[in-house]
């Protein structure tokens, strides 16, 4: 690991005014409308943030009130963001993909007073539940489309309000910066509310301390520069995009990039060439297949080549450059120029120093893929309550099923009765809002249960399963759901497997197929379908699952292989509650629902 200059005792938001001082003309933030990138700069984006503060206090909002923010990444949704904390008040970010009934729940649940919305649709949501809101004052609504008819007394414009507090500014712009100097590491201004896959979702509370500790932690593993590029796209509400969008870059001083919309990632990916890129494992196994389909498309002697190249350089993906013998970099360098460098600009990280996959475990398979095609690709691992990203593989030592060491500035052990990873640190937070009975049992002696049942192995930390995932058998045997998951998750035929196997005589599993690559597959084999449930239900796409689950088996003790399966004929739904926002498995909700299903095949 390499050292970093100490970061300076500044909140984020006085980080940020430092960089209006010091390097004020330099671009900050990006973001692309119509087609067209707009930069603002350090200077810009401090005074925009001032100016929310000034709106919010005209809007009644005070030091330790909460701000929710419901949109998709753009600048408007950091602008809020630092602005309340510049006011020394607490934002709360909401997804926008939720119902109506889980934003309310999280809004009433944070007392939030305010709302910042993007668009009509988010507005909608909380407009149908304003009456199970008492504590919300005003909707800040970003986009105008469509608000000519809306009530003036609930619902304001973004643009009014920043500019309510650029007047307000003439006057006091210096009493609000004498009341940032005051503020202190300790103070909370931040709220993460978890996934929610075991049960309501909790408020997890971040200081300025947490941030400063994790901005340092994202410098230090991924050598940050300052001016190098990111874009921003995962949802800011999940802790993993705050880390980059917001901790690392206002301490890292890095430019962060907003596309259009989430449906142009790719396309934005390829225009911004970032420097750094995180991925959540659904985006690689998306992109992994995409390739996939790609070179079948491709056929003949061209596919042939191609997996030939594969088997060449997987052998040495994860050897560092510099230990690589002659042989092995002309092999890669064959294998560049043939096909990686046209794979690396089609998922547009060619100039990437280093790409990450986090947010839950990615099967070794997806790992190993990208790391083959030369793309330097790490995984790390971190939760909610440790600000996000606690250990991070290195690219000069990779351990093949480890998530790395801890970060510089974290400590870590394992519980010697369970197995459960602890976590002593500036990262770890500060408490759940409104559950003291949860934050007790959750850090206990300045140590953070993560819940994760892991191997600490020379340093390097191997997940083994979620403590409460943990399966035995009816014959006393203890499994990994998560690891016979993944690994039937290897196939790109398969997008979802939800293993069965508590108090069971022999493993079994419900399975989602990706309907890209099965319906690629089905082209090819001249297979007619209509919808999901059609393909699902045809006895040759079965057969093809049989074959990559019987792929699968082989790679695992025979105790865990999957015995019966049944196959999903709907795709798992998050407005259904079977999937979180975040796409996590709510395992309880599923089993349940396919109770029916289950019980048939151990009948």
């Given at each position: ?6 970061l ?13 001082r ?10 692309k409308?119509?087609?067209?990138w ?55 970010g ?9 934003v ?5 649940h ?60 003439e ?20 709220m ?30 991924f ?9 921003s ?12 969008s ?137 939760q ?71 191997r ?19 014959g ?8 016979i ?34 319906g690629q ?51 798992l ?6 999937v ?24």
């Open positions: 690991m390499n050292a970093i200059k100490p300076p005792n500044l909140s984020i938001a006085q980080m940020l005014q430092s960089h209006a010091e390097i004020g003309g330099d671009v900050a933030l990006r973001q409308e119509h087609g067209i707009k930069p603002i700069t350090w200077h810009d984006y401090y005074m925009r943030c001032c100016y929310m503060a000034l709106g919010f206090k005209e809007l009644g909002i005070t030091a330790n009130s909460h701000i929710g923010i419901l949109s998709e990444n753009r600048w408007e949704w950091v602008t809020s963001q630092l602005g309340a904390n510049i006011l020394r008040a607490i934002s709360v909401v997804y926008p993909t939720s119902p109506a009934d889980e309310a729940y999280v809004l009433e944070a007392d939030v007073e305010v709302v910042v919305c993007e668009d009509q649709e988010q507005t909608d949501k909380i407009l149908e539940c304003w009456d199970e809101l008492p504590k919300i004052r005003k909707i800040v609504v970003i986009e105008h489309k469509g608000f000519r008819s809306y009530p003036a007394d609930k619902v304001v414009l973004f643009d009014d309000i920043l500019e309510q507090g650029k007047l307000r500014a006057t006091e712009l210096a009493g609000l910066e004498a009341e940032l100097k005051n503020q202190s590491l300790d103070d909370i201004g931040l993460v509310y978890t996934s929610g896959s075991t049960g309501r979702p909790k408020g997890a509370m971040l200081s300025y301390k947490n941030m400063r500790a994790e901005g340092a932690a994202v410098i230090q593993a050598n940050t520069q300052q001016g190098q590029k990111y874009l796209y995962l949802p800011l509400c999940h802790v993993a995009e705050q880390l980059l917001l901790y690392g870059a206002v301490y890292g001083a890095y430019q962060v990039n907003f596309g259009e919309s989430i449906r142009t990632v790719q396309e934005d990916v390829r225009e911004v060439a970032p420097d750094f890129f995180l991925g959540v494992p659904r985006i690689w196994e998306k992109l992994q297949a995409m390739i996939h389909i790609k070179m079948v498309e491709a056929g003949g002697l061209r596919y042939a080549l191609y997996n030939k190249m594969l088997k060449w350089c997987e052998p040495f993906s994860i050897k560092p450059k510099n230990e690589r013998t002659l042989w092995e970099n002309c092999k890669f360098q064959i294998a560049y120029w043939l096909y990686f460098r046209a794979l690396q600009n089609f998922v547009g990280l060619r100039k990437a120093h280093v790409v990450m996959s986090g947010a839950a475990p990615v099967a070794p398979f997806i790992l190993n893929f990208f790391r083959t095609i030369g793309l330097p690709f790490i995984e790390v691992y971190g909610t309550e440790s600000t996000g990203m606690v250990t991070a593989q290195t690219l000069d030592d990779i351990r093949l099923g480890t998530v790395g060491p801890a970060v510089f500035n974290a400590e870590i052990k394992t519980d010697e009765q369970t197995g459960e990873l602890l976590i002593k640190s500036d990262l770890v937070f500060s408490g759940y809002y409104k559950n003291d009975e949860a934050t007790e049992s959750t850090i206990v002696d300045g140590w953070l249960h993560t819940g994760d049942v892991v600490i192995e020379d340093g390097h930390v191997r997940i083994v399963d979620r403590l409460k995932d943990i399966m035995i058998t009816a006393g045997k203890n499994l990994s759901p998560t690891e998951e993944n690994t039937m998750k290897a196939s790109p035929y398969i997008k979802e497997c939800i293993v069965i196997g508590e108090k069971r005589k022999f493993v079994s599993a419900l399975i989602q197929i990706d309907p890209e690559t099965v597959w089905a082209e090819t084999q001249q297979i007619a379908y209509t919808n999901y449930k059609n393909l699902v239900e045809n006895p040759a796409v079965r057969e093809l699952i049989s074959g990559e689950i019987a792929q699968g088996n082989s790679k695992m003790a025979s105790v865990a292989n999957i015995r019966k399966f049944h196959m999903l004929t709907k795709e739904d998050h407005d259904d509650g079977e979180t926002a975040t796409m996590k498995i709510k395992r309880q909700n599923i089993t349940a629902k396919y109770e029916t299903e289950i019980e048939a095949m151990y009948a």
